[in-house]
T-cell receptor, first 119, second 114 residues
Framework: NAGVMQNPRHLVRRRGQEARLRCSPV?????VYWYRQLPEEGLKFMVY????????ESGMPKERFSAEFPKEGPSILRIQQVVRGDSAAYFC?????????????????FGQGTRLTVV | AQSVTQLGSHVSVSEGALVLLRCNYS??????LFWYVQYPNQGLQLLLK??????LVKGINGFEAEFKKSETSFHLTKPSAHMSDAAEYFC????????????FGTGTRLKVLA
């Protein structure tokens, strides 16, 4: 019973390179969320995706960051031209259905995170 | 706007002692509240959650939390700390009647002393 799988677990990039973070949700889950955890801070919401759709990207930086969740394959968080300030742990979470009738799903399952270090 | 405040970024307790981790929230609508635990280099694991109904919520590993609306609090407790409880604990709230967007506190790192 695999949970949310993220890879790589650790990623080192030089300034200016691209970082690609992958997330495979729990089998059967169609909703994916990305969160970022900066050092000494809590997790901050970045983006919410369903298959082939971005539902809410209000937490994403306007530049250099993008996310997708294609029909087939994992969700990808892409950071272009990374800078030192992008160094953080990036967590993916998934849920089966965000809303069932009038009730929103109340639990997301989190992956182990990808720790990005920009040198 | 919703927010979560966790008092004490670091808490130390002796093994066998009471664990109390504090969480206060602000929300303009009835909140759903969560406690997650994060072990070193691991993801977040749900300890317990409050949605509606009974205000005392029991979770895994002997933890429980009580929702107190008048105090806007959701403190996490465990009667007797175990060495394996050493981890970071995050309190979180979701907007309105649950939704996908969690607002997390900054976390409390629990240290258990032998």
């Amino acid at each position: 019973n695999a949970g949310v799988m993220q890879n790589p677990r650790h990623l080192v990039r030089r300034r200016g390179q691209e970082a690609r973070l992958r997330c495979s949700p729990v089998k059967g889950h169609s909703h994916v969320y990305w969160y970022r955890q900066l050092p000494e801070e809590g997790l901050k919401f970045m983006v919410y995706l369903q298959k082939e759709n971005i539902i809410d990207e209000s937490g994403m930086p306007k530049e250099r960051f993008s996310a997708e969740f294609p029909k087939e394959g994992p969700s990808i968080l892409r950071i272009q031209q990374v800078v030192r300030g992008d160094s953080a742990a990036y967590f993916c979470a998934s849920s089966p259905n965000a809303r069932t009738g009038p009730v929103w799903n109340t639990e997301a399952f989190f992956g182990q995170g990808t720790r990005l270090t920009v040198v | 706007a919703q927010s979560v405040t966790q008092l004490g970024s670091h808490v130390s307790v002796s093994e066998g002692a009471l664990v109390l981790l504090r969480c206060n929230y602000s929300s303009s609508v009835p909140p759903y509240l969560f406690w997650y635990v994060q072990y070193p280099n691991q993801g977040l694991q749900l300890l317990l959650k409050y949605t509606t109904g009974a205000t005392l919520v029991k979770g895994i590993n002997g933890f429980e939390a009580e929702f107190k609306k008048s105090e806007t609090s959701f403190h996490l407790t465990k009667p007797s700390a175990h060495m394996s409880d050493a981890a970071e604990y995050f309190c979180a709230v979701t907007l309105g009647s649950g939704t996908y967007k969690y607002i997390f506190g900054t976390g409390t790192r629990l240290k258990v002393l032998a």
